[in-house]
């Protein structure tokens, strides 16, 4: 006969919480997927990201260790998040973020990504695939190398290139994500589809959003809707919508150019209202909890762990905090929201 109750259970390693419902904000938005900022340091200089009203990009106060970030992502997991994207600052200025990634991937299933700038993705591709890395969003927000220099501040497009190329070459899933501005690379959007089309690729162009620092106004702003139509009419073809993404893709429109394995999206932050879908949140690189891109409510988690709090102590402070997760972003309804980051501190 088997023996179907053993008298005494074998010991247990602790076990960490977790919440059959996963984690929820204030509104019943579930909660997912986490955004993490691992350095706020960035060895370019993008015109809409840096910022130009004398805010330093210098990091002042030190990064999450490598086990620090490990931890703080743990305790995000143990609630139901069930993908990362590490970001920065730009996070290959990182010597340990294949370490981070190892420590990372097993916890949510492999689902790790990254966005990079790319610069230094070549020497990095094939580390980052063995360390566990799903796949990476790459900026590039130009296909011609003066273009880039202006917007970057440093010459680099064909390195940014080879990055690409050996991601792909190691079998790592590369997309490119693509900044509009109105004046300044306008005139990249077709050049970069006609890449997407040749290679096979999906480029994503997002529209230009207000941050601290970041000089962004109206006149520089392009909506989705004219990006499309540029796309179309230099392409000179329909571009045909595909079905909508899944939460955790994000909330690009992507669109397949026929005869073509590469795609072409929109993400129109400013323009359209998808924060009824919102299920990311984000951690800044100095441990900071953000429950939106855009504005509060933010709490510290790095100072708590530092001083040895409980991991209930952790899933009080996140779940509380995420109670006042704003509906929706300040813009949406006009208002300039008060930063407390720069986009290079939050990670985008
Ligand atoms: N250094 C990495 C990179 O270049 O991708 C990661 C950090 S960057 C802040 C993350 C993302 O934010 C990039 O895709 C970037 O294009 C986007 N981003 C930065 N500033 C933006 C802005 N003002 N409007 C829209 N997207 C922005």
Known sequence: MPVLFPAEAPPQPPRMLRVRDGLKDGLGRGITYLRVSVTEQCNLACVYCKPRTGQSQRQEAPAM?????????????SLGIRKVRLTGGEPLLRRDLETIIAGISPEVDGRVHLTTNGFHLARRARALRDAGLAGLNVSLDAAEGRTFERLTQKKGLTKVLVGIEAARAVGLRAKLNTVVLRGWNEDQIVPLARLAQREGLQVRFIEFMPYLGN??????FMPAAEILQTIQEGLGLELEEEPPLGLEEGPARLFRMPGSEGKVGVISTLSTDFCARCNRVRLTSRGELKACLFGGPTVGLLEPLRNHASHEDLVQLIRRTLTDKLACHPMRSGDQPALAHGMWQVGG
């Not at 260790?65 to 997991?77: G, I, P, Y």
């Open 65 to 77: 260790s490598r086990n620090e970030v490990v931890a703080l992502v743990k305790v995000f997991t």
């Open 215 to 220: 000089g962004w106004d109206r006149d520089q």
